[in-house]
């Protein structure tokens, strides 16, 4: 297993990594998340420096992340999967975990209700499946992208609790002993560190997260099961009302495994460089930690300065994760401009990820190959 190697490689990915912080990029300052503070800059200059190890540009990211004990992932877009043999290819060789972006979402698998559309979803866990990799389930509960019947209806909170109940349950035993991690709980929190004002606070109490880590842990007792949310990535108020969350589910004995983070970063604002600071304290309470969704945008047009800037936040939230022992993997949110959420959500802002539109790798994907080759080689 990769958690095997963990322990002995933290402590001299640790030694190796400082090396790298020693000089950070010009655009350091410039790199980083909407509201957190993080770990360990790195030079791209001294990366480059280093001598790689045999053959390293034979060697996907997903092969490189085994050799320093950690799974690379990348969430997938089923329609550019199924339409794009190079975005195809890329998925299937380059990364070792695979997330849906929108399949398993609830309005794409139960648009009506009673009515499951599962095709999708079973056609991404198949692919990955035929390429070897494994599968983090996204996501079980969100107040976001919910199906129009349920938001829409008038049901009581004895109804809606059966309802979210019963969704779990069917999503999770449909998928059984196929999923790797499951993001059961996403986005409950504000930067401020209370909890979301969302259909399942309102009705259900803050109780509906305990209800859901059960219901899924029973519907697939293998499973991994996390809680996801983003601008956690430093030490903030999110992030430490997070923490008292967790620490209360554990005491409660909730079947809870581990945090996600989900890492979506832009240059323009300060990069989580005590984010290995932030992950050791879930890592104190016996939980997992993963970075679930990253990419590093920018204000367009993109320029050298921003692109060493991306470079620097990926490789950011990177070491991060590899300072820390039980941080099991580090998942893309998406891996080629081309189908990139940015420039829909954020406007003005773009080229988040470690691709161009014509697969063409960014700085950000060599920093990557960089720091996970360092860290493979102690």
């Avoid at 794009?84 to 399949?103: G, H, I, L, M, Q």
Wanted: hydrophobic share 40%; net charge negative; proline share 5%.
């Amino acid at each position: 297993m990769l958690r095997a190697t963990r322990t002995a490689l933290v402590a001299a990915t640790t030694a190796a990594l400082a090396v790298t912080a020693l000089v950070l990029p010009a655009a350091s300052a410039a790199s980083g998340s909407t509201a957190t503070a993080g770990s360990t800059g790195a030079s791209g200059d001294t990366r480059a420096a280093a001598t790689p190890a045999k053959d390293p540009a034979a060697r996907t990211l997903g092969e490189l992340g085994r050799r320093a004990g950690v799974r690379i992932g990348t969430a997938v877009d089923m329609s550019a999967l199924a339409a794009d043999a190079p975005y195809r290819e890329k998925a299937a060789t380059e990364f070792s975990s695979v997330t849906p972006e929108n399949v398993m979402k609830w309005e794409a698998v139960e648009a009506v209700r009673g009515t499951h559309t599962w095709g999708p979803a079973d056609d991404l866990v198949d692919f990955a499946r035929d390429n070897h990799q494994l599968v983090r389930g996204h996501t079980l509960v969100w107040h976001s992208q919910l199906p129009g019947w349920l938001t829409s209806g008038s049901f009581t909170p004895g109804e809606l609790r059966d309802i979210l109940h019963r969704h779990i349950t069917d999503e999770v035993k449909h998928f059984k002993g196929r999923i790797w991690q499951w993001d059961v709980v996403n986005e409950a929190f504000n930067d401020d560190g209370t909890l979301r004002d969302s259909i399942w606070l309102r009705n259900l109490g803050p109780g509906y997260i305990a209800d859901a880590f059960h219901w899924a842990h029973e519907a697939d007792p293998e499973a991994e099961l996390y809680i996801n949310d983003y601008n956690i990535e430093g030490v903030n108020p999110k992030s430490t009302a997070l923490l008292a969350l967790v620490t209360e589910l554990k005491a409660q004995h909730v079947p809870i495994d581990g945090v996600g983070v989900q890492g979506h970063l832009a240059v323009q604002y300060p990069a989580p460089h005590d984010i290995a600071d932030n992950l050791a304290r879930f890592d104190a309470l016996g939980l997992d930690t993963a970075i679930t969704e990253a990419d590093v945008r920018m204000v367009m047009p993109a320029d050298a300065t921003k692109t060493e800037a991306q470079a620097e936040g990926y490789g950011v939230l990177l070491q991060g994760c590899l300072l820390t022992e039980h941080c099991t993997d580090f998942t893309v949110w998406g891996f080629t401009d081309k189908y990139s959420w940015v420039p829909n959500t954020f406007s003005g802002e773009g080229s988040a990820n470690l691709l161009t539109e014509d697969y063409r790798p960014k700085p950000a994907y060599t920093a990557l190959r960089q720091d996970l080759t360092l860290a493979g080689r102690h």
